[in-house]
Antibody, heavy 123, light 111 residues
């Protein structure tokens, strides 16, 4: 059974930093492309960024609102995905979901989701 | 303002059929990128409902179906049940933004 368990959320002041972790199990993590998706309170879903598997280059892509401030990384030895969030803004307040990302020629979709971790950025 | 447009809400009585639309443009759905649908039950994480326009993952009832045409896609739910009450999101890829994009979500109410 696929399990994705996020941790590291909490309250942080504007301009601060936070690192989220996602412990993965139930699938071959080192072969997986992984993404973060967030959801502001009462709002819709927003893709944050993605990291490819190391065998596919391990490269990252980010949504415009977080580019230059967020860094996604992975530790395949620990089956763990991370996102380092710096220069946080109040608009980054959201539940952050760790998701498995299935990418193919006609797009990508997110087949498994964690339970999410809440990040609150105060002014 | 979401790149993919969904109606904010739809409703139907138990047993009825409802559809949820997802309208994009020539830089996403119209460019040939597939549409995927997610169901988010109250207080829970989203779950993949339909992939690649019309494919149901294992465990998803065949009451749920998806289709795509031109710059739009639709999710149909037949035989509505009370526990179908949820938010539904469409998702695709946008070549102008070079990112994955979601619709704003549609709240389904079962009357």
């Amino acid at each position: 059974e696929v399990q994705l368990v996020e941790s590291g959320g909490g309250l942080v002041k504007s301009g601060g930093s936070l690192r989220l972790s996602c412990a993965a199990s139930g699938f071959t993590f080192n072969d997986a492309w992984m993404s973060w998706v967030r959801q502001a309170p009462g709002k819709g879903l927003e893709w944050v960024g993605r990291i490819k598997s190391k065998t596919d280059g391990g490269t990252t892509d980010y949504a415009a609102p977080v580019k230059g401030r967020f860094t996604i990384s992975r530790d395949d030895s620990k089956n763990t995905l991370y996102v380092q969030m710096n220069s946080l803004k109040t608009e980054d307040t959201a539940v952050y979901y760790c998701v498995t990302s299935y990418d193919y020629g006609s797009g990508s979709y997110y087949n498994f989701w964690g339970q999410g971790t809440l990040v609150t950025v105060s002014s | 303002q979401s790149v993919l447009t969904q109606p904010p809400s739809v409703s139907g009585a138990p047993g009825q059929r409802v559809t949820i639309s997802c309208t994009g443009s020539s830089s996403n759905i119209g460019a040939g990128y597939d549409v995927h649908w997610y169901q988010q039950l109250p207080g829970t994480a989203p779950k993949l409902l339909i992939s690649a326009n019309s494919n149901r993952p294992s465990g998803v009832p065949d009451r749920f179906s998806g289709s795509k045409s031109g710059t739009s896609a639709s999710l149909a739910i037949t035989g509505l049940q009370a526990d179908d009450e949820a938010d539904y999101y469409c998702q695709s890829y946008d070549t102008s933004l070079s990112t994955s994009v979601f619709g704003g979500g549609t709240k389904l109410t079962v009357l």
